[in-house]
């Protein structure tokens, strides 16, 4: 359907623990490298798994309506809410009991590695305290006589800047050193990335018409953490580079990658909604959508009607797409259910969809047109190649660090040998 993200309550509760998860990873680099932040990484620990056990009784539960949920039984949720009283509750219960006698670790100052690690830690769990507050919102407020629905423009308000800044953060906290590190060091480090945002928000501002705010700042920080992200490599020997580094690198370009992708399709999304005959030409972006006509099919368990549009790219390139509208019959008395299979386009400069709709009736009562919607997303697939990149990088980081670990175990094998050595 071209969407990629609605801010719908299933959506969020698979965003949290996500988010939980990632202040996590970072907070154990802390750990690991400087021994420090012990309790809070513990505890993070803890908010992860709980976040993910809240999500699957959100889901299962009936708590929430949502297009996304599935198998919703009230007895399954209650099960799942006495599951989470035991594993949360014991959880969060052993942590009060012993988070006094956890070592607070090595300090560090403000402005370094640790301290920019800290402050992702920091926003990391404010926007997941945030969308968890407006996706349980809702069910206090329906508790209490009142019903409200919580959307994306709240979601866009509170979490899209601290986002942006979190993309802020993440472009010094590599370039920082550890335990302490100057703040001119820093700044010196950063005039080519300054550089790259500067020129995307001067391109958008002179060629991108009318673009949003949080488009605009999403794709100029975009530009400055795709080159921000690769400074931990300038001067380095590429083949002696530790898999961990890379992994970083990528990970986070790939954060740019997403962002780059996210804004673009927001700023720059068009959209058409018509009832056409066929023959009919309709303009969208930079293509030439001809609808062909309409045909019926049968499936293995549905039968549908199949249109035929051709799309025509500015260059002359021709694409056939194929839509369909399906039903799919009722069993044991149902009724008949309809569906809409979306056709794909995928160009290097972004991905158009088509729908073919409901036939609209003449007057006779024959159906001379369809109702057809189209959208054409501008570098909409770069958010799927943003994710591709991340996972990337955490593949290669998780085998580095089992190869850093090896080599460790390996050397206090040889000196244990070496010290016991007749």
């Known amino acids: 359907w071209g969407g990629w993200w609605f801010w719908d309550p299933v959506e969020n509760v698979s965003l949290i623990p996500w988010l939980a998860g990632a202040a996590l990873l970072h907070s154990v680099a802390v750990t690991a490298t400087r021994n420090a932040l012990r309790a809070w990484t513990v505890m993070l620990a803890v908010i992860g798994f709980s976040m993910s056990m809240v999500g699957t009784f959100i889901v299962r539960s009936g708590l929430l309506t949502s297009v996304h949920s599935f198998a919703v039984d009230p007895e399954r ?13 014991g959880a969060l219960t052993l942590f009060a009991l012993r988070a006094g006698s956890v070592a607070e670790g090595k300090k560090f100052a403000l402005l370094s590695r640790e301290g920019a690690l800290v402050i992702n830690n920091l926003l990391l769990t404010t ?42 953060v993440m472009v010094a906290g590599p370039l920082l050193g550890w335990r302490k590190d100057d703040g001119k060091k820093l700044w010196s480090r950063l005039p080519l990335a300054i550089f790259a945002g500067a020129a995307v928000l001067f391109a958008l501002i002179l060629f991108g018409g009318k673009v949003g705010i949080l488009p605009l700042l999403g794709m100029t920080v975009a530009g400055v953490v795709a080159v921000a992200s690769l400074a931990p490599l300038w001067g380095r020997n590429l083949r002696r580079t530790p898999l961990p580094t890379w992994g970083m690198v990528i990970a986070h370009f790939g954060v740019a990658v997403c962002l780059a992708g996210m804004g673009a399709e927001s700023a720059f999304i068009k959209e058409r909604l018509v009832a056409a005959a066929p023959g009919d030409v309709i303009k969208v972006g ?4 001809k609808f062909v006509g309409v045909k019926p099919v049968a499936g293995p368990n549905f039968t549908s009607i199949e249109g035929a549009l051709v ?25 008949p259910t309809e569906t809409n299979e979306a056709a794909l386009l995928t160009r290097p400069g972004g991905q158009l969809y088509a729908v073919l709709g409901q036939p609209v009736t003449s007057d006779d009562g024959t159906a001379d047109r369809y109702q057809i919607r189209l959208w054409w997303k501008p570098l909409v697939w770069w958010i799927w190649l943003g994710g591709g990149l991340i996972a990337l990088g955490a593949a290669l980081s998780m085998l580095g660090r089992a190869q850093l670990l090896g080599i460790w175990r390996a050397r206090r094998r040889r000196k244990s040998e070496e010290r016991f050595a007749p």
């Open 286 to 289: 930079d293509f030439a959508v």
């Open 311 to 335: 799309a025509t790219t500015s260059g002359g390139q021709s694409f056939t797409m194929r839509p369909e509208a399906r039903t799919f019959p009722g069993l044991m008395g149902t009724a």
């Open 127 to 168: 926007i997941l305290a945030l969308v968890l507050l407006g996706t349980l919102y809702p069910i206090v407020a329906e508790a209490m006589g009142e019903k409200i629905s919580v959307g994306p423009p709240y979601y866009n308000r509170v979490a899209g800047p601290l986002a942006l800044i979190l993309c802020l």
């Open 77 to 89: 949720g209650t099960f799942l809410l006495v599951l989470m009283a035991i594993y949360i509750g």
